[in-house]
């Protein structure tokens, strides 16, 4: 028989297992879109190609891997996404979910473990469900085309709560980011 789990408890297991991974500072709610400098950071992941309906699933399998292979997560939470879903079909969409992690920690199959290496992102806080993080996403695109900015990478969603499952789905917070470059470069 298989569990069905929600990537609300699952999150709260592991922020339960490695304390701290929620408390990385969301900017203040109301922020609008805004560009940041971000540093490169490792990070590992488990890759998908399909439906986000497989996030819980994958979500724990990422868990049961990074235990297994005494791996520490150093942020929270992360899923990196590498279309768009209202232009790609549900079974094409690629996409990871994954931790940001020391860059010396020893990572083994099926994980993977990658460099996020884009520094200029446009940066935006969701409130709310999950599910409607695609309305945050199609607003920041807006912003960034009317201020001369393009999409130069995937988009990451860091979910930000210590405890998802201890919070209304309204008040949940993600915290968005988009590379970007300027079409006003050279």
């Known amino acids: 028989m298989k569990k069905s789990v929600s990537i ?18 969301p900017p203040e709610q109301g ?3 805004r560009i940041q400098k971000v540093e490169p950071f490792a990070y590992f992941c488990l ?3 399909g439906s986000f309906s497989a996030i819980p699933e994958i979500i724990s399998r990422l868990m049961q891997e990074s235990q297994s292979q005494n791996v520490f997560p150093s942020g929270p ?12 079909a549900p079974e094409e969409m690629e996409w990871e979910m994954g931790f940001p992690v020391t860059p010396h920690a020893l990572i083994q199959p099926p994980l993977e473990k990658k460099e996020w290496n884009f520094t200029e992102v ?3 806080l969701h409130k709310g469900p999950y599910e409607k ?6 607003k920041m695109t807006e912003w960034m085309e009317a201020n001369g ?3 130069a990478g995937p988009v990451v969603e860091r979910y930000l709560d210590m405890n998802p499952n201890e919070i209304k789905p309204e008040e949940l917070k993600t915290e968005i980011w988009i590379p ?7």
């Open 8 to 25: 609300l408890s699952l999150v709260s297991v592991l922020l339960s297992i490695c304390p701290g991974l929620g408390s990385s500072t």
């Open 31 to 33: 922020t609008a879109v």
């Open 47 to 49: 890759k998908h190609k």
């Open 77 to 88: 939470l992360m899923g990196v996404y590498f279309g768009n879903p209202q232009q790609v």
């Open 122 to 124: 446009a940066v935006a």
């Open 133 to 138: 993080t695609i309305e945050t996403i199609a």
């Open 149 to 151: 900015y393009t999409t």
């Open 180 to 186: 970007v470059k300027s079409v006003r470069d050279p």
